[in-house]
């Protein structure tokens, strides 16, 4: 599904990834791990195709990652990427932007995270807001999810209702 060859990324003189090579194979769940600053955001981000690699190669499914790539690809960041205006149900906008973009699973979603569709969303707390991040990103129908410290603001007694709705969400998509 996923072939990197010594990929790369600097900016200016400081090394974010250092000759990554790798290969995913589909239906199968893979974790980045590394100590803050290793390059791991950044190797998604390049994956997602929001960052373009100094050098080296990655391939989506024997194909450069473009266009189509994009469109297979759900990307989850650490920053939020909801403007100040919407509650959560104005999240579902993103239907407009993204062919795969099911507002059925995300109402699902959104109800399994216990959050409620008029909520502001930039006046939810950090763990709300991580669980409205994640019932976006699922929503869609993608290929891969690349879900970047999906965790990050979700206290210890929801991590595991967490982890299992991700876990959930992505099954039902291979079957």
Partial sequence: MLNCSD???????????????LSLENG??????????????????????????TSGTILYENEPIGVQSKREIAYLPTESFFYSFMTVKDVGVYQDFFEDFDMDKYTKLIADMELRMEDKANK???????????AATLARAAKLYLLDEPLNGIDIIAREKI????????DDEST
């Fill in 163 to 170: 982890i299992t709705t991700i876990i959930n969400a992505v």
């Fill in 28 to 53: 199968r769940i893979y974790a980045l791990l590394g100590p803050n600053g290793s390059g791991k955001t950044t190797f998604m981000k390049m994956i997602a195709g929001l960052v373009k690699p």
């Fill in 7 to 21: 990929v790369k990324k600097t900016y200016f003189n400081k090394t974010a990834v250092e000759n990554i090579s």
């Fill in 124 to 134: 939810l707390s950090s763990g709300m807001a991580a669980k409205l991040k994640i």
